[in-house]
């Protein structure tokens, strides 16, 4: 042996040369593979034989001596060895780790997230590699030998592609201890069956841990012990929502879920309660006072919070001058306060089917900052001198004073442009002219047409559904938004515009990166089997054939299924400080300005607007690229949870229909191990599993995404339209089960019934040829048994 060689592992096995923690292990061959490992890692100059290994660990036994030289393999399999041809074995310099976050997408595998932004890099790893790391972990992954650039599966699809594969190696941080699910309850123990459809086995209850629970509540767990090879995980009941299945319980449960909270904390609270309601004068001297001009709002019916308005006022020289007024909630909220941290952490907003879980306290959000009608309310303001082809001659930005006349709700403003009579009607007409020529221009230069399908529910008193219809956008909607685009884009404009020097000032921008082009072509490919074209050569192309086809896409059956996929198709938007533009806008600069009473982003906009207006220098980018990584983040998070309130009443409502009832639908995904079909009529997704395709068997066409039947040689294919009847809804896992009916309107029988039904066929065969009876039974019973063998 080499005089360098390692003293005796006590003294090694939990510490590397760089005095990095080695991670705890899980189980004995964890804690021997890892001392191999580290020992191989201090004494990394050099190489190392087998029996070498043996004897630095005094292994003499048949059986460890077996189990050492399979760790080996493995470390050598893993990257973290390199085996030399005369059989020794040297750690490998190379570093073959990365730090991402585990995505559990099914059963069988995960990905591991690293962050670059192109999901196409996330590192595939099987479910059997993942060391006891659930969705939502931030871990250390080894990309296997070999593994680059092959084999694993491509996001978003079940093909086959050039992927990256690894294996988890040490958990960095947990992303969750603690989950919601629902409990069952025996004697001695219960069982928790988690609503995340990441998280796939059952929590463990002891009994003296199931506190109140009682058999089929909704509960929150802490996980006391995550899941290894050799332990399924287990955990405490820490707060029972409820019975399950009932309205507050449920959404209590995707709140908790998510991690998002249900009330403000006291210190928030007190802090809220302190704040005057009264404008000292002393306040309004400092701003531009625009009270004097006739200002409203235009907001959804059931809305609280106005966090914007528009002011109006013809000038002598023919033009208008339009004030985009935004609550100043950075007047109230102040740097190192509990309203502000409090503000940060929640980052959003978040608009669950039922109710808000405001950012800010209600005294604030609904009160103070909101724009309500007939009072004094301070707000940041960009106020623009548009010529009456909606060219800006003149703009300002900075702290104002104003007083609503008069608040509309987007119907009654619509009622009143579409009726040529009612309150401000010269206004509105005036606004919405200007609102088009905006919208127009836009799509000259190139923006795309994001229009997608929004579900709306109406509830009983109790929170059950029961209707559920499309929003539909009018032009009062539209003549909100392209304000609120024009103030978002001039203001990040402006703030660009006041750089000094060779480096830009930093700010909060709302980015768009431009799509993939082989992600573009594959959806141009799937929207063709519709007979949509869509021209990709160019942006100036991609944008004008893109919008055509949502015109024409608009009261199609395929409509909501071929929106979706094309917003998958493109880059999500993000917070950053690197001014890319946003592709989807086709504006060069964007930010987020305009509604800070429910997005931290716009409150930072507001904050740094002021700062350099006051001559402010350029801030720290580093500090702000961190607050825009989380804001990026808690908006994720929010429409997850969004989503999942909307999933649920979905199912919700689906279940309360007759099961004979049958509905139109349309193939949004092909698998293999199924068809998923989005009902018309109520944008409801369930699944149609392949065992319940009972006329044949069928093969799954990856490339083409379809299934082919192998006798019949039938289709189903991306896009197709079908009819279904619902054969389960599971609330827990708000997920739905179909199946298909054939053009005759018969259901289609599923596999494991016909089977069930040949059996008891062949059955009543044999009983009968034993008792004598005709041998047409016979022939029954062994047209039974061929079939079953197909």
Same mark, same amino acid.
């Given at each position: 042996m080499r005089n360098n060689r390692s003293k005796p592992r006590e003294q090694h096995s939990r510490r590397s040369p760089q005095n990095r923690p080695v991670p705890l292990a899980d189980s004995f061959l964890d804690e021997m593979k890892n001392d191999i490992a580290a020992f191989f890692e201090i004494n990394s100059k050099d190489?190392?034989? &087998?029996?070498?290994?043996l004897d630095n660990f005094d292994i003499v036994d048949r059986k460890t001596k077996f189990i050492a030289h399979g760790l080996l393999g493995e470390l050598a399999d893993e990257g973290q060895l390199t085996r030399h041809p005369d059989g020794t074995y040297q750690f490998n310099e190379t570093d073959r780790t990365t730090e991402g976050t585990v995505d559990h997408v099914n059963p069988r595998f995960a990905f591991v997230s690293t962050g670059s932004g192109d999901r196409d890099n996330d590192i595939y790893v099987s479910t059997d590699d993942l060391n006891g790391a659930i969705d939502g972990d931030k871990v250390k992954v080894m990309r296997l030998s070999g593994s680059s650039n092959s084999g694993g599966f491509s996001r978003g699809s079940q093909t086959r592609s050039r992927r990256i594969e690894g294996k988890v190696v040490s958990i960095v941080e947990r992303g969750r201890s603690e989950l919601v699910g629902r409990i069952s309850t025996w004697p001695n123990y219960g069982q928790v069956i988690p609503d995340s459809k990441k998280i796939y086995e059952e929590v463990y209850i002891p009994k003296d841990k199931l506190s109140?629970?009682?058999?089929?509540? +909704? #509960?929150?767990v802490r996980l006391t012990r995550f899941p290894d090879s050799r332990h399924r995980p287990e955990g405490e009941v820490i707060s029972v929502l409820g019975p399950a299945g009932q309205n507050n319980t449920e959404m209590h449960a995707?709140?908790?879920?998510? !991690?998002?909270?249900?009330?403000?904390?006291?210190? #928030?609270? +007190? *802090?809220?309660?302190?704040?005057?309601?009264?404008?000292?004068k002393k306040e309004i001297t400092k701003r531009r006072d625009m009270r004097g001009i006739t200002t409203f709002t235009i907001d959804p019916d059931d809305a609280k919070d106005f966090d914007d308005a528009l002011s109006i006022q013809m000038l002598e020289n023919g033009n208008y001058e339009i004030g985009v007024h935004i609550a100043d909630v950075t007047h109230y909220i102040q740097p190192g306060t509990a309203l502000e941290d409090e503000a940060f952490k929640r980052g959003t907003s978040v608009y669950l089917v039922d109710r808000v879980v405001p950012m800010l306290p209600e005294k604030l959000s609904n009160n103070l900052c909101s724009l309500r009608p007939n009072e004094d309310k301070l707000t940041f303001s960009a106020v623009f001198e548009l010529t009456p082809d909606a060219k800006i001659k003149k703009e300002w930005f900075g702290r104002t004073v104003i007083h609503s006349d008069r608040r509309f709700a987007y119907e009654e403003a619509q009622d009143i442009v579409d009726r040529g009579h009612g309150d401000y009607l010269e206004e509105l007409r005036l606004l919405n002219d200007l609102a088009f020529k905006f919208r127009d221009d836009r799509f000259r230069h190139g923006a795309i047409n994001f229009e997608t399908v929004e579900v709306k529910f109406k509830l009983d008193e109790n929170g059950v559904p029961l209707s559920v219809y499309p929003k539909v956008r009018k032009d009062a909607h539209k003549l909100i938004e392209e304000f609120m685009l024009l103030a978002n884009k001039r203001v990040a404009e402006f703030i660009h515009g006041l750089s000094r020097g060779e480096h830009p000032n930093v700010m909060i921008y709302r980015v768009h990166d431009s799509p993939d082009f082989e992600k573009l072509k @594959? %959806?141009? @490919?799937?929207?063709?089997? %519709? !007979?949509?074209?869509?021209?990709?050569?160019?942006?100036?192309?991609?944008?004008?054939?893109?919008? @055509?086809?949502? *015109?024409?896409?608009?009261? &199609?059956?395929? &409509?909501?299924?071929? /929106?979706q996929l094309a917003i998958r198709t493109m880059a999500k938007a993000r917070y950053s400080t690197e001014d890319i533009g946003h592709f989807g806008l086709s504006f060069r600069r964007y930010s987020h300005f305009t509604s800070p009473i429910r997005r931290y982003p716009d409150m930072m906009a507001h904050r740094l607007l002021q700062h350099y207006l006051d001559g402010g220098k350029s801030v720290d980018r580093e500090e702000y690229e961190a607050k825009c990584k989380h804001s990026s983040d808690r908006e994720r998070v929010a429409v997850e949870a969004e989503r999942a309130s909307i999933k649920y009443k979905q199912v919700e409502f689906m279940n309360r229909m007759d099961r004979d009832q049958e509905f139109k639908?349309?193939? @949004?995904?092909?698998?293999?191990?199924?068809?998923?079909?989005?009902i018309t009529e109520t944008s409801a997704e369930g699944l149609v599993r392949m065992t319940d395709l009972g006329d044949d068997f069928y093969d799954f066409d990856k490339d083409n995404y379809r299934l082919i039947g192998k006798r019949n040689k039938k289709i189903f294919a991306f896009g197709d339209a079908v009819t279904v009847k619902v054969k389960d809804a599971n609330l827990a896992r708000r997920s739905l089960d179909l199946f298909l009916v054939d053009d005759k309107g018969s259901l289609k029988t599923p596999l494991k019934s016909r089977l069930t039904r040949r059996e008891n066929t062949a059955g009543e065969a044999?009983? /009968?040829?034993?008792?004598?009876?005709?041998?047409?039974?016979?022939?029954t019973a062994k047209a039974g048994k061929d079939r079953r063998k197909r």
């Open positions: 190489s190392f034989s &087998q029996n070498d290994v109140d629970a009682k058999d089929g509540d +909704k #509960v929150i995707i709140l908790a879920e998510f !991690g998002l909270p249900v009330d403000f904390p006291d210190a #928030v609270e +007190k *802090e809220s309660k302190g704040i005057s309601e009264k404008i000292p @594959t %959806f141009a @490919t799937f929207a063709g089997r %519709f !007979g949509y074209k869509l021209k990709i050569d160019s942006e100036k192309e991609l944008s004008k054939s893109f919008n @055509t086809m949502m *015109e024409s896409l608009e009261g &199609q059956p395929e &409509q909501n299924a071929l /929106q639908g349309i193939i @949004t995904g092909v698998t293999d191990f199924g068809l998923f079909v989005e044999r009983s /009968q040829r034993r008792s004598g009876s005709s041998g047409s039974s016979s022939k």
